[in-house]
């Protein structure tokens, strides 16, 4: 009977122990970024139509917000409210990785959306040293956007 006792209270010892490594492992995730824009619409079509990524349903349905789905559990807010278009400075930028490069840069072209090199040659793309391509460009409310070509492998 002791014997039993004492292996029980051992086994909780571990378990207790394992959830509290288990619970120290866990990391904080990313949730969502929002971005305060001037005009709704032009926003969400960028985002759709140029970017490229998709809308999921948000909550308030105020006509104010539009949400993105940028990653597992990530989403892109965008919300309406912003008085004026401001600059931003490049080293603020959201990251998209993409499959295609060329493809982004022929709707880049076919929108008249002008994007830079992280040097800020016009039209040009960077060459990372490991080899991953960028190019830089805004959005209408000034937000820098980089697309790079270091998308994941299948």
Same mark, same amino acid.
């Given at each position: 009977?002791?014997?039993?006792?004492?292996? $029980?209270?051992?086994? =909780?010892?571990? =378990?207790?122990?394992?959830? !509290?490594?288990?619970?120290?492992?866990?990391?904080?995730?990313?949730?969502?970024?929002?971005?305060?824009?001037?005009?709704?619409?032009?926003?969400?079509? %960028?985002?759709? &139509?140029?970017?490229?990524?998709?809308?999921?349903?948000? *909550?308030?349905? &105020? #006509?104010?917000?539009? /949400?993105?789905?940028?990653?597992? !559990?990530?989403?892109?807010?965008?919300?309406?409210?912003?008085?004026?278009?401001?600059?931003?400075?490049?080293?603020?930028? =959201? $990251?998209?990785?993409?499959?295609?490069?060329?493809?982004?840069?022929?709707?880049?072209?076919?929108?008249?959306?002008?994007?830079?090199? /992280?040097? #800020?040659?016009?039209?040009?793309?960077? =060459?990372?040293?490991? #080899?991953?391509?960028?190019?830089? %460009?805004?959005? *209408?409310? #000034?937000?820098?956007?980089?697309? !790079?070509?270091?998308?994941?492998?299948?």
């Amino acid at each position: 009977m002791k014997k039993t006792f004492n292996c $029980c209270i051992a086994l =909780l010892l571990m =378990l207790f122990a394992a959830t !509290n490594l288990a619970a120290q492992a866990q990391k904080p995730v990313l949730n969502h970024i929002a971005i305060y824009v001037k005009d709704l619409q032009k926003s969400t079509d %960028f985002y759709h &139509d140029v970017v490229q990524i998709d809308t999921i349903p948000e *909550p308030f349905h &105020d #006509g104010k917000h539009t /949400w993105f789905e940028i990653g597992p !559990n990530s989403h892109l807010h965008v919300i309406k409210g912003a008085s004026e278009v401001t600059t931003h400075d490049k080293n603020s930028h =959201l $990251c998209f990785s993409v499959p295609s490069m060329e493809d982004v840069i022929k709707r880049l072209v076919k929108n008249n959306i002008v994007y830079y090199s /992280w040097a #800020g040659e016009k039209n040009s793309v960077t =060459l990372r040293v490991d #080899g991953i391509k960028q190019i830089y %460009f805004t959005d *209408p409310d #000034g937000y820098w956007v980089e697309i !790079n070509s270091d998308y994941p492998k299948k």
